[in-house]
Protein backbone atom coordinates (compact mmCIF):
# COMPACT_ATOMS: atom_id res chain seq x y z
CA UNK A 1 0.00 0.00 0.00
CA UNK A 2 1.13 3.60 -0.80
CA UNK A 3 1.94 5.91 2.04
CA UNK A 4 0.62 9.55 1.81
CA UNK A 5 3.61 11.88 2.43
CA UNK A 6 2.42 15.33 2.88
CA UNK A 7 4.25 18.42 2.94
CA UNK A 8 3.65 21.45 4.77
CA UNK A 9 5.52 24.29 3.77
CA UNK A 10 3.62 26.70 6.12
CA UNK A 11 4.86 30.26 5.06
CA UNK A 12 7.93 29.08 3.73
CA UNK A 13 10.35 30.11 1.85
CA UNK A 14 10.54 33.82 1.07
CA UNK A 15 10.91 33.62 -3.13
CA UNK A 16 9.30 31.20 -5.11
CA UNK A 17 12.99 30.66 -6.37
CA UNK A 18 14.10 28.81 -3.47
CA UNK A 19 10.55 26.62 -3.73
CA UNK A 20 11.89 26.09 -7.49
CA UNK A 21 15.44 24.75 -6.41
CA UNK A 22 13.83 22.83 -3.52
CA UNK A 23 11.42 20.69 -6.10
CA UNK A 24 14.38 20.75 -8.51
CA UNK A 25 16.25 18.78 -6.11
CA UNK A 26 13.14 16.32 -5.59
CA UNK A 27 12.72 15.71 -9.06
CA UNK A 28 13.67 12.47 -9.97
CA UNK A 29 14.78 11.37 -6.67
CA UNK A 30 11.74 10.66 -5.04
CA UNK A 31 10.97 7.01 -6.13
CA UNK A 32 7.37 6.54 -6.50
CA UNK A 33 6.72 3.82 -3.89
CA UNK A 34 4.14 6.45 -1.93
CA UNK A 35 1.99 9.55 -2.95
CA UNK A 36 3.98 12.64 -2.17
CA UNK A 37 1.98 15.59 -1.81
CA UNK A 38 3.39 19.19 -2.01
CA UNK A 39 1.20 21.94 -0.10
CA UNK A 40 3.52 25.14 -1.02
CA UNK A 41 2.44 29.22 -0.47
CA UNK A 42 -0.73 29.21 -2.75
CA UNK A 43 0.67 32.19 -4.42
CA UNK A 44 3.89 29.80 -5.61
CA UNK A 45 0.95 27.07 -6.89
CA UNK A 46 0.27 28.43 -10.76
CA UNK A 47 3.59 28.35 -11.55
CA UNK A 48 4.57 25.32 -9.33
CA UNK A 49 1.56 23.42 -10.87
CA UNK A 50 3.04 24.60 -14.61
CA UNK A 51 6.50 23.48 -14.46
CA UNK A 52 6.50 20.60 -11.95
CA UNK A 53 2.61 19.24 -12.57
CA UNK A 54 3.96 16.06 -14.14
CA UNK A 55 6.50 15.01 -11.14
CA UNK A 56 4.00 15.81 -8.03
CA UNK A 57 0.97 16.27 -6.70
CA UNK A 58 -0.29 19.72 -4.91
CA UNK A 59 -2.34 20.80 -2.53
CA UNK A 60 -2.85 24.02 -0.25
CA UNK A 61 -2.59 24.12 3.05
CA UNK A 62 -5.93 26.17 3.61
CA UNK A 63 -9.27 27.11 1.93
CA UNK A 64 -12.77 29.67 3.01
CA UNK A 65 -15.94 28.55 3.61
CA UNK A 66 -17.72 30.20 0.60
CA UNK A 67 -17.17 29.18 -3.28
CA UNK A 68 -16.74 33.41 -4.41
CA UNK A 69 -18.15 36.29 -3.41
CA UNK A 70 -16.77 39.64 -1.32
CA UNK A 71 -14.23 37.79 1.13
CA UNK A 72 -10.98 39.89 0.64
CA UNK A 73 -8.05 38.03 0.75
CA UNK A 74 -9.22 34.43 0.63
CA UNK A 75 -9.34 31.53 -1.50
CA UNK A 76 -11.80 28.73 -2.24
CA UNK A 77 -12.23 24.92 -2.97
CA UNK A 78 -13.20 25.24 -6.34
CA UNK A 79 -10.61 27.74 -7.39
CA UNK A 80 -8.08 25.63 -6.00
CA UNK A 81 -9.19 22.54 -7.56
CA UNK A 82 -9.77 24.98 -10.76
CA UNK A 83 -6.05 25.38 -10.56
CA UNK A 84 -4.66 21.60 -10.29
CA UNK A 85 -4.08 21.22 -6.93
CA UNK A 86 -5.65 17.95 -5.31
CA UNK A 87 -5.50 18.28 -1.47
CA UNK A 88 -6.48 20.91 0.73
CA UNK A 89 -4.54 21.08 4.71
CA UNK A 90 -8.38 22.16 6.93
CA UNK A 91 -7.96 22.84 10.54
CA UNK A 92 -4.18 23.01 11.09
CA UNK A 93 -3.36 23.51 14.46
CA UNK A 94 -1.51 27.17 13.32
CA UNK A 95 -4.82 27.87 11.97
CA UNK A 96 -6.86 27.29 15.00
CA UNK A 97 -4.48 28.43 17.75
CA UNK A 98 -3.50 31.61 15.97
CA UNK A 99 -6.18 32.53 13.36
CA UNK A 100 -8.87 31.90 15.82
CA UNK A 101 -10.42 29.13 13.78
CA UNK A 102 -12.61 26.97 15.31
CA UNK A 103 -14.30 23.34 14.65
CA UNK A 104 -17.62 25.15 13.52
CA UNK A 105 -15.74 26.62 10.34
CA UNK A 106 -13.71 23.65 9.83
CA UNK A 107 -16.93 21.82 9.31
CA UNK A 108 -17.98 24.09 6.99
CA UNK A 109 -15.34 24.55 4.90
CA UNK A 110 -14.84 20.07 4.95
CA UNK A 111 -18.86 20.30 3.90
CA UNK A 112 -18.26 22.48 0.96
CA UNK A 113 -14.85 20.69 -0.26
CA UNK A 114 -16.61 17.24 -0.19
CA UNK A 115 -20.00 18.41 -1.49
CA UNK A 116 -19.27 20.85 -4.14
CA UNK A 117 -15.22 19.43 -5.31
CA UNK A 118 -13.11 16.64 -5.85
CA UNK A 119 -10.61 18.08 -3.46
CA UNK A 120 -9.26 15.44 -0.39
CA UNK A 121 -9.24 17.35 2.35
CA UNK A 122 -7.15 16.63 4.84
CA UNK A 123 -8.48 17.20 8.51
CA UNK A 124 -6.27 17.90 11.61
CA UNK A 125 -6.70 17.05 15.14
CA UNK A 126 -5.12 16.62 18.33
CA UNK A 127 -4.43 17.94 22.09
CA UNK A 128 -2.13 20.38 23.01
CA UNK A 129 0.49 20.54 25.68
CA UNK A 130 -2.16 21.03 28.92
CA UNK A 131 -4.81 18.87 27.92
CA UNK A 132 -2.04 15.98 26.91
CA UNK A 133 -0.85 17.16 30.54
CA UNK A 134 -4.25 16.78 32.33
CA UNK A 135 -5.03 13.35 29.97
CA UNK A 136 -7.65 14.78 27.71
CA UNK A 137 -6.34 13.86 24.55
CA UNK A 138 -9.47 11.56 23.95
CA UNK A 139 -11.99 14.20 25.03
CA UNK A 140 -10.35 16.41 22.93
CA UNK A 141 -10.17 14.48 20.09
CA UNK A 142 -13.04 13.31 19.81
CA UNK A 143 -14.84 16.91 20.29
CA UNK A 144 -13.13 17.72 17.76
CA UNK A 145 -14.31 15.00 15.15
CA UNK A 146 -17.59 14.99 16.43
CA UNK A 147 -17.56 18.86 15.70
CA UNK A 148 -16.01 18.52 12.29
CA UNK A 149 -17.83 15.70 10.95
CA UNK A 150 -20.79 16.85 11.99
CA UNK A 151 -23.14 16.19 8.89
CA UNK A 152 -20.93 14.73 7.11
CA UNK A 153 -21.86 11.21 5.71
CA UNK A 154 -20.58 7.71 6.10
CA UNK A 155 -20.10 7.66 3.00
CA UNK A 156 -17.73 9.99 2.13
CA UNK A 157 -15.54 9.09 5.05
CA UNK A 158 -12.92 6.89 3.22
CA UNK A 159 -12.51 10.56 1.05
CA UNK A 160 -10.91 12.50 4.09
CA UNK A 161 -7.54 11.96 5.49
CA UNK A 162 -7.47 12.85 9.43
CA UNK A 163 -3.73 13.80 10.67
CA UNK A 164 -3.35 13.56 13.99
CA UNK A 165 -0.60 16.14 15.13
CA UNK A 166 -0.22 16.75 18.89
CA UNK A 167 0.12 20.36 19.04
CA UNK A 168 3.11 20.12 21.76
CA UNK A 169 4.53 17.78 18.41
CA UNK A 170 4.53 20.35 15.56
CA UNK A 171 7.87 21.97 15.02
CA UNK A 172 9.50 21.44 18.47
CA UNK A 173 11.57 18.37 17.45
CA UNK A 174 9.47 16.67 20.81
CA UNK A 175 7.75 13.39 18.37
CA UNK A 176 5.15 11.41 19.96
CA UNK A 177 6.38 7.87 20.52
CA UNK A 178 5.22 5.03 19.29
CA UNK A 179 2.72 4.31 22.36
CA UNK A 180 1.27 7.71 22.03
CA UNK A 181 0.67 7.42 18.15
CA UNK A 182 -0.59 3.86 18.46
CA UNK A 183 -3.48 4.82 21.22
CA UNK A 184 -4.24 7.88 19.15
CA UNK A 185 -5.11 6.15 16.20
CA UNK A 186 -7.15 3.20 18.32
CA UNK A 187 -8.68 6.37 19.96
CA UNK A 188 -9.87 7.76 16.35
CA UNK A 189 -10.96 4.33 15.24
CA UNK A 190 -12.89 3.70 18.33
CA UNK A 191 -14.36 7.53 18.04
CA UNK A 192 -15.00 7.53 14.03
CA UNK A 193 -17.11 4.01 15.24
CA UNK A 194 -18.64 5.41 17.53
CA UNK A 195 -20.51 8.32 15.54
CA UNK A 196 -21.01 6.24 12.75
CA UNK A 197 -20.76 2.29 12.97
CA UNK A 198 -18.22 -0.40 13.02
CA UNK A 199 -18.38 -0.64 8.77
CA UNK A 200 -15.81 2.08 8.84
CA UNK A 201 -12.94 0.63 10.83
CA UNK A 202 -10.55 -0.10 7.84
CA UNK A 203 -12.39 2.83 5.54
CA UNK A 204 -10.44 5.57 7.09
CA UNK A 205 -6.88 6.77 6.44
CA UNK A 206 -4.96 8.15 9.40
CA UNK A 207 -1.83 9.64 9.07
CA UNK A 208 0.58 11.51 11.79
CA UNK A 209 2.11 14.84 11.87
CA UNK A 210 4.39 16.82 14.55
CA UNK A 211 8.23 16.94 13.89
CA UNK A 212 8.55 13.96 11.45
CA UNK A 213 12.16 13.52 10.19
CA UNK A 214 14.45 11.09 8.63
CA UNK A 215 15.37 9.63 12.08
CA UNK A 216 11.74 8.53 13.12
CA UNK A 217 9.79 7.99 9.45
CA UNK A 218 10.62 4.23 9.94
CA UNK A 219 8.80 4.16 13.55
CA UNK A 220 5.55 6.34 12.02
CA UNK A 221 4.83 4.29 9.46
CA UNK A 222 6.27 0.85 9.85
CA UNK A 223 6.02 0.48 13.88
CA UNK A 224 2.71 2.45 14.08
CA UNK A 225 1.14 1.40 10.70
CA UNK A 226 0.26 4.92 9.98
CA UNK A 227 -1.05 5.93 6.48
CA UNK A 228 1.12 8.55 5.81
CA UNK A 229 2.46 11.53 7.13
CA UNK A 230 2.35 15.19 7.54
CA UNK A 231 5.99 16.90 7.48
CA UNK A 232 6.52 20.79 8.21
CA UNK A 233 10.28 21.62 8.55
CA UNK A 234 11.59 18.84 7.52
CA UNK A 235 10.10 19.02 3.97
CA UNK A 236 11.42 22.11 3.13
CA UNK A 237 15.07 20.18 3.51
CA UNK A 238 15.30 18.37 -0.09
CA UNK A 239 17.85 15.33 1.47
CA UNK A 240 15.74 14.61 3.86
CA UNK A 241 12.23 15.04 2.50
CA UNK A 242 13.49 12.35 -0.33
CA UNK A 243 14.30 9.72 2.72
CA UNK A 244 11.07 10.37 4.22
CA UNK A 245 9.60 10.29 0.46
CA UNK A 246 11.21 6.95 -0.17
CA UNK A 247 10.51 4.78 2.97
P1 LIG B 1 6.63 19.90 11.81
O1 LIG B 1 5.22 20.45 11.34
O2 LIG B 1 6.94 18.68 10.98
O3 LIG B 1 7.59 21.02 11.56
O4 LIG B 1 6.51 19.55 13.26
C1 LIG B 1 4.15 19.58 11.06
C2 LIG B 1 2.92 20.35 10.70
O5 LIG B 1 2.75 21.48 11.17
O6 LIG B 1 2.09 19.87 9.94
Same mark, same amino acid.
Given at each position: MKKLIIAN? %? &? +????IIEGMKILNSLKGLVDGKNKVVICPPSVFLGQFLADFGQDFTFGVQNCY????? =???GEISPKMIQSIGAKYVIIGHSERRSI? *?? +?DDEINKKLSLILNETNLIPVLCIGENREEREAEKTYQVIARQLMNCLD +??? %????? $?IVIAYEPVWAIGTGIYATEDKIIDARNSIVKILCDI?? %??IENKINIIYGGSVNKENIDMVI +?? &? *??DGVLVGG =??? $?PKDFILICNI
Amino acid at each position: MKKLIIANW %K &C +NPEKIIEGMKILNSLKGLVDGKNKVVICPPSVFLGQFLADFGQDFTFGVQNCYFEQKG =AYTGEISPKMIQSIGAKYVIIGHSERRSIF *KE +NDDEINKKLSLILNETNLIPVLCIGENREEREAEKTYQVIARQLMNCLD +NIP %KEKLN $KIVIAYEPVWAIGTGIYATEDKIIDARNSIVKILCDIYD %KSIENKINIIYGGSVNKENIDMVI +NG &C *KMDGVLVGG =ASL $KPKDFILICNI
